[in-house]
T-cell receptor
C-alpha cells in the first residue's frame, strides 16, 4: 500500500512562473491537507479538501494560490506568478474518512521543495 | 484557536540517555488530539506518537512516550535510550477531535535534537 505520493520532490521556478505541486493520497483516503513549511519554521495549514470540494481554505494566501482535488487524479496546489517568498517546503497529508477524529493521524508525503530564483 | 508552544533551544543528549522535549498547548476545544512528528535532515515528516485528550493513560510507542499533563496543558515527548538516528527536528502538533470536524493540524516551531556519540 503506497503512502502519500508527492511530486515533484524538488521544483525550481523563476519569478513570475507558475508552480504546480501534485499529491496523490493514500488509497482509500478521501481527505487531503496542504501545509507549507518556511525555513526554520513548523508546518502551517493552508487548505483542506475532499473530493471535488474545498472544505477549509483559511490558510491560503488570498492571491496567486489555488488548490483542487478532482474526482479523478491527484490533488493539485497551484501557485501563479511565484515570488521569492514562496520558496518553501510544501507538504500534503491525507487521512481516511473521519470517524470522530479520534486516533487518526495524518499521513504525510515527502514534500515538494519549491525554490524560486 | 489552537496554539502550540515549543520554546526549547537546540537540545543535546548523549547516546543511550533519555531526553525530554517540551510542548505546551492552548485550545478551547473540549476534545483534541496531540501528536509528535520527527523531521530528519532528509525532510520527510514521520509520525511518532498520538495522545487523545480523554485517554486515561499516557501514550507509549517503543522508545517514545508522551508525558501528558492535561491540567498544565503540556504534552512532553520522552525519548529513552537515544540513538544517533534520533538527531532531527521534532514537532508537536494538535487538532480538534470533534466528529466530522476539519482535522487540520496546528504545529509548533519545532525543537532540534542532536545525539552525541
Amino acid at each position: 500500500n503506497a503512502g502519500v505520493m508527492q511530486n515533484p520532490r524538488h521544483l525550481v521556478r523563476r519569478r513570475g512562473q507558475e508552480a504546480r505541486l501534485r499529491c496523490s493520497p493514500m488509497k482509500g483516503h478521501s481527505h487531503v491537507y496542504w501545509y507549507r513549511q518556511l525555513p526554520e519554521e513548523g508546518l502551517k495549514f493552508m487548505v483542506y479538501l475532499q473530493k471535488e470540494n474545498i472544505i477549509d481554505e483559511s490558510g491560503m494566501p488570498k492571491e496567486r494560490f489555488s488548490a483542487e482535488f478532482p474526482k479523478e487524479g491527484p490533488s493539485i496546489l497551484r501557485i501563479q506568478q511565484v515570488v521569492r517568498g514562496d520558496s518553501a517546503a510544501y507538504f500534503c497529508a491525507s487521512s481516511p474518512l473521519d470517524r470522530g477524529g479520534l486516533n487518526t493521524e495524518a499521513f504525510f508525503g515527502q514534500g515538494t521543495r519549491l525554490t524560486v530564483v | 484557536a489552537q496554539k502550540i508552544t515549543q520554546t526549547q533551544p537546540g537540545m543535546f543528549v548523549q547516546e543511550k540517555e533519555a531526553v525530554t522535549l517540551d510542548c505546551t498547548y492552548d485550545t478551547s476545544d473540549p476534545s483534541y488530539g496531540l501528536f509528535w512528528y520527527k523531521q530528519p535532515s532528509s525532510g520527510e515528516m514521520i509520525f511518532l506518537i498520538y495522545q487523545g485528550s480523554y485517554d486515561q493513560q499516557n501514550a507509549t510507542e517503543g522508545r517514545y512516550s508522551l508525558n501528558f499533563q492535561k491540567a498544565r496543558k503540556s504534552a512532553n515527548l520522552v525519548i529513552s535510550a537515544s540513538q544517533l538516528g534520533d538527531s532531527a527536528m521534532y514537532f508537536c502538533a494538535m487538532r480538534p477531535s470533534t466528529t466530522g470536524a476539519n482535522s487540520k493540524l496546528t504545529f509548533g516551531k519545532g525543537i532540534t535534537l542532536s545525539v552525541r556519540p
